[in-house]
């Protein structure tokens, strides 16, 4: 845990009052970017507050953060929080459940994240990124984070179900739009969960558009199975009673994957574009390395060992511009973190954000500078001081697909393209399970 711990209380650590009624609800969700960065800066490592539905908890230094993830982390559920916000779309998937059925269904689709399959899906990638390349023309202005949500979404489901979804991605892609969006809502936060509010509606119509397409999937997997995508194997698999997933469990896991599946990485793809085109000694570095490892042909997983730069700039841009901003947990039982006793079924936060952008692990933190990202800063670096996939037993089961995926799309996409953002573009985020823009990115795309 962080040094200079205190002598171990059960009293509340120091920290915001909040408002009567609604606590702090209000400043996390409308500007919870600066909420939990300036709980930081004025309370400390470990900070406290009280809402209506029990304490919350939020963890700033790495040690603290792995003791929860890592060392202790069979004490900690996702809690009640982190399920009424995803439960609606991925009921219970691995991103939700717990305990036996988790186990049993991360075991069921950890193969498809083998490091001999992901060599597999290096070509998909290329070839999904130069499907989308193709619509492009010089001098257009284009919608990049929905671009990068297209071809993200286009992957996962060739990759990891084995099929293609041209005739769905519009469908699929909307609905979870609409959910994500919808989820932002405070009603979502505040009124009890039978409330029939207008964003609760919207992310029910949300779901039931998904699920006609997931459920469509999924028999046509039935007529004609695979033999290695996730779908025939989640439809083949028995447990140990010899019992069949039912449908609902299949299609919960299949539209985890959807969701974090591409979220993350388009994401990812958005915020470094958006770095880049404010960086422009980062992209001629970012150019020279790929005229020099690739000279104009499609990059090849082979040649990831040589793209040293590129896999720096994508480690920079998660750091700064983390596609989860931030993680929660509660606890089965009571423990000590920092000194502080954390009581059972309270709320523990912990955010990369802050983490990511804190000056005793980072110089000039706010900076953009993949430089940094040497194997010796690496290594000087505390455990979790960088989490961008989270970390323990819960740690994003496709850390390898979207680090793959993230170097082989930018590689592709600026050996043919310049980008540089619209006049008055800004990046303006908002906050749910991801930090996603409030508004598009435009940005003009110029062939090179």
Known sequence: MSSDVPPMTDEMPPGPDGLPIVGNYLASVRRPFEFMTDNAAEYGDVVGWKELDGPVYQLNHPDDIEHVLVQNNQNYVKGDAFQRTLGPITGNGILNSEGAVWRRNRHLIQPAFHPDRIQEYAEMMTDATEEMLATWEDGQTRPVHEDMMTVTLK???RALFGVDINDHVDDIGSALEEFMAASESLSNYVLPQAVPTPSRRRIREARARLDEVVYELIEERRANPGERDVISMLIDVTDDEGERLSTEQ??????????AGHETTALSLTFT????????????????ELDEVLDGRTPEMTDLPELTYTEQVVKESMRLYPPVPGIVREPVKPDVVGGYEIPPGATVRMH???????????????????????????QSLPRLAYFPFAAGPRRCIGDRFAMLEARLLLATIYQRYHLELTPGATLDLMATVTARPKEEIPMTVRRR
């Open 155 to 157: 992957i996962v489901a």
């Open 250 to 259: 299949i299609r919960d896991e299949v539209v985890t994957l959807l969701l």
């Open 273 to 288: 574009a958006y770095a880049l085109a404010r960086h422009p000694g980062a992209e001629a570095k970012l150019i020279a």
């Open 352 to 378: 990369q954000w802050v983490v990511h952008r804190d000056a005793r692990w980072y110089d000039d933190p706010l900076a953009f500078e993949p430089e940094r990202w040497t194997d010796d800063f690496e």
